[in-house]
């Protein structure tokens, strides 16, 4: 089919990792039309790495730090494709990932979304990621209730149909990526590979998913709950917003972390999370991160172990 895709690339503080994401692009059996990477208000030397690569297809954009959420919107808005591929700056591809999404596109076409499976690495280990294992359109929100579908560094979207969604929702810190997907497998079907592609580097400096900021956005998960869409789509919002909730909590967010309680206490396929947040919301607040981050500890550590 040949598919022309846009590389979106956000950057933000990630010398050690930017060129070794950038080169993953470029050595793409499927070249991109073009990559386009925002830096986000860096103020180490990501910007000039990028630079330095002096190839006609990477552009980059600078402006001043408005987080992930406004560097993506601005990389899509600069698109000229209809095709965009997200990639964060600390992750990477396998060579064949363009060439499987455009291969995907020819034979499912109509999606809202194309994705492949993908590797978590650790301190130098690879650890598969729990991903679909069967090519071809997925019931979304139900398989998300179990594993995951789409990661933003293995997730390409239409661009014409984000841009009508609005994008991602600006100044939100958690979930943003979520939020997106809920929009956008509720009005188009969504096409998985369990090809692993990808590397999601959790190790990374400065990974964004690890640093706790407050929110500075008029969306929220809780806005997303909606009695008139199917019950499996308000059950996936219900385990994204309590799992934001875990954190907001353990990061003295009492209040914040109520009011997902209060929007999610019907949930019926997340009750342990419901359980989870009320029990951490209920302890001091000095307790709470000390808390939670043994327990992320024990059930990485689980995880790994593949129990």
């Known amino acids: 089919m040949n598919a022309e895709i846009t590389v979106v690339i956000p950057l933000y503080n990630k010398e050690r990792e930017i060129a070794r994401t950038l080169r993953s692009v470029l050595e793409q ?17 990501s910007a000039e790495i990028v630079e330095s690569f002096r190839a006609p297809s990477i552009r980059l954009i600078r402006q001043p730090n408005r987080g992930v959420s406004a560097a993506r919107n601005r990389a899509i808005g600069e698109a000229r494709t209809e095709w965009v591929a997200l990639l964060d700056g600390d992750d990477r591809w396998e060579p064949g990932y363009l060439q499987a999404i455009d291969r995907l596109i020819d034979r499912y076409p109509g999606c809202g979304a194309y994705a492949t499976s993908f590797h978590v690495e650790n301190d130098g280990r690879l650890t598969p990621g729990d991903t679909p294992q069967r090519e071809g359109i997925v019931d979304f929100f139900a398989e998300s209730l179990r594993r995951y579908v789409l990661i933003p560094s293995a997730a390409t979207l239409r661009r014409d149909l984000v841009r009508s969604l609005g994008g991602f929702p600006e100044g939100m810190r958690m979930g943003e990526d979520q939020y997106l997907w809920t929009r956008v497998a509720r009005c188009a079907p969504v096409c998985f590979s369990p090809e692993r592609l990808v590397v999601y580097t959790r190790s990374a400096s400065n990974r964004s998913a690890s640093i706790f900021r407050p929110e500075q956005s008029r969306h929220t998960l809780e806005e997303l709950y909606d009695p008139a869409a199917p019950e499996v789509s308000n ?3 219900a385990r994204a917003a309590l799992g934001k909730a875990l954190i907001v909590s353990s990061r003295g967010g009492t209040a914040e972390a109520a009011r997902t309680i209060a929007v999610f206490r019907h949930t019926r396929r997340n009750r342990f999370a419901l359980r989870k947040v009320r029990l951490l919301n209920a302890l001091p607040a000095s307790w709470r991160r000390p808390l939670l981050d043994a ?7 689980l995880a790994k172990k593949g129990l």
Not at 295 to 301: M, P
């Open 235 to 237: 059950e996936y919002v």
């Open 29 to 45: 059996s499927y070249p991109p039309r073009e990559i386009i990477v925002v830096d986000d208000g860096s103020t180490d030397r």
């Open 295 to 301: 327990y992320n500890r024990l059930a990485w550590a």
